[in-house]
Each structure stands twice: as structure tokens, then as C-alpha cells.
T-cell receptor, first 112, second 112 residues
Framework: DAGVIQSPRHEVTEMGQEVTLRCKPISGHDYLFWYRQTMMRGLELLIY????????DSGMPEDRFSAKMPNASFSTLKIQPSEPRDSAVYFCASSLGRFLQFFGPGTRLTVL | QQQVKQSPQSLIVQKGGISIINCAYENTAFDYFPWYQQFPGKGPALLIAIRPDVSEKKEGRFTISFNKSAKQFSLHIMDSQPGDSATYFC???????????WGAGTKLIIKP
């Protein structure tokens, strides 16, 4: 089993550029979560989907952030325009039902 | 009400010692309490979890102790090993709400 796959693993971009992070959840999982992790704020839930439908996006920090899940095997998190304060590690996680969230390896985003 | 307070922020334990990390919560509706382990450069991974109908759960060297009346739960790592050095997160969730409420994390260092 491949686990949750995220790409890219590292992204360095300049302020104002659009950034797209990608996630492939574990096959058969019906929930997908996007998290952001920073030293200052710890682990924050940004948004989660159930059966491809966004359920709670109250953690999305600003309108600059958007997430989509066009099908059960793919999701994107987009930041447009990016700002230096968006620099963080972004994790995607998936689960089957409520109790066990499997995390991907994360995307380390640096916005200069 | 929604917070999970985790302590200590960091912990140094000698090899072979017992590592103890504590978490406290306010929302009595929480009914699922997992602990996640995160190594540098990796996503968090589920270590062990407990429901409030039991006071203790043990898996190998890892034990969760749960005190429902005090609204506290703790992770004990017996015979701590250098390979246990990681950041540990407690979390909680309730009912049909799939959002995990995360503690701030504890960076554990086991000295050889």
C-alpha cells in the first residue's frame, strides 16, 4: 500500500506567485484532511472533505487559500497569491471513517 | 471548550527511563483520544488511542492512562529508547465530528 502521496515535497516560490499542492489519498478512504504545521501555531486543520465534498473549511486562513477534490483519488490546495507568512509544512491526511487518520509526508513550502 | 492542553512542551529522559506526557481537556463530549508520533521530516502517525470507557490502554511500551473525572489523559513510555525521540501530539474528537482537536505537541529527547 502506497500510503498518502503528496507532491511536491518541497516548494520554493516568490511572494505573489500561485502555489498548488497535490494529494493522493489512500485508496478506499472517504475522508481527506489538509493541515498546516508551523513552529508558532502547531498543527492546524485547514479543511476536510467527505466523499469529495468539503465539510468544514473554517480553518482556511484567507480567501487566498482554496481546496478542491474533483474525485476520490485527488485533491489540491491552492494559494494565490502566496505570501511569506504562508511558509509552513502542509500535510494531507486521509481516513476511512472517523478514527484513524493517515498522514502523508508533507510539502515544505517556502515563500520568499 | 474546544482546546486540548498538552504539557510539557519539551522533555528530556535518560535511556531506560519513563517518559510521561500529559493532556487535559474541557469538553466532556470528547469521546476519542489518540496520540500521534511525529519524526522529523515525516507526517504524524497514530501511536495509540483510547475511548473514555476504559481507564488504561497498553500497547507494548506505550500506555495511555485516562482519568475521566479529571478530564485528563497521559501517555507513558516505559523503558524509553533513543528511537522514541520524536514529537508527540495528543488529540481529541467527539461523536460524528471528524475534526481532531490537537494538543500543541511535546518534543521528547531520549538521551543514550
Amino acid at each position: 500500500d502506497a500510503g498518502v502521496i503528496q507532491s511536491p515535497r518541497h516548494e520554493v516560490t516568490e511572494m505573489g506567485q500561485e502555489v498548488t499542492l497535490r494529494c493522493k489519498p489512500i485508496s478506499g478512504h472517504d475522508y481527506l484532511f489538509w493541515y498546516r504545521q508551523t513552529m508558532m501555531r502547531g498543527l492546524e486543520l485547514l479543511i476536510y472533505f467527505n466523499n469529495n465534498v468539503p465539510i468544514d473549511d473554517s480553518g482556511m486562513p484567507e480567501d487566498r487559500f482554496s481546496a478542491k477534490m474533483p474525485n476520490a483519488s485527488f485533491s489540491t490546495l491552492k494559494i494565490q497569491p502566496s505570501e511569506p507568512r504562508d511558509s509552513a509544512v502542509y500535510f494531507c491526511a486521509s481516513s476511512l471513517g472517523r478514527f484513524l487518520q493517515f498522514f502523508g509526508p508533507g510539502t515544505r513550502l517556502t515563500v520568499l | 471548550q474546544q482546546q486540548v492542553k498538552q504539557s510539557p512542551q519539551s522533555l528530556i529522559v535518560q535511556k531506560g527511563g519513563i517518559s510521561i506526557i500529559n493532556c487535559a481537556y474541557e469538553n466532556t463530549a470528547f469521546d476519542y483520544f489518540p496520540w500521534y508520533q511525529q519524526f522529523p521530516g515525516k507526517g504524524p502517525a497514530l501511536l495509540i488511542a483510547i475511548r473514555p470507557d476504559v481507564s488504561e490502554k497498553k500497547e507494548g511500551r506505550f500506555t495511555i492512562s485516562f482519568n475521566k473525572s479529571a478530564k485528563q489523559f497521559s501517555l507513558h513510555i516505559m523503558d524509553s529508547q533513543p528511537g522514541d525521540s520524536a514529537t508527540y501530539f495528543c488529540a481529541a474528537s467527539r461523536g460524528s465530528n471528524y475534526q481532531l482537536i490537537w494538543g500543541a505537541g511535546t518534543k521528547l529527547i531520549i538521551k543514550p
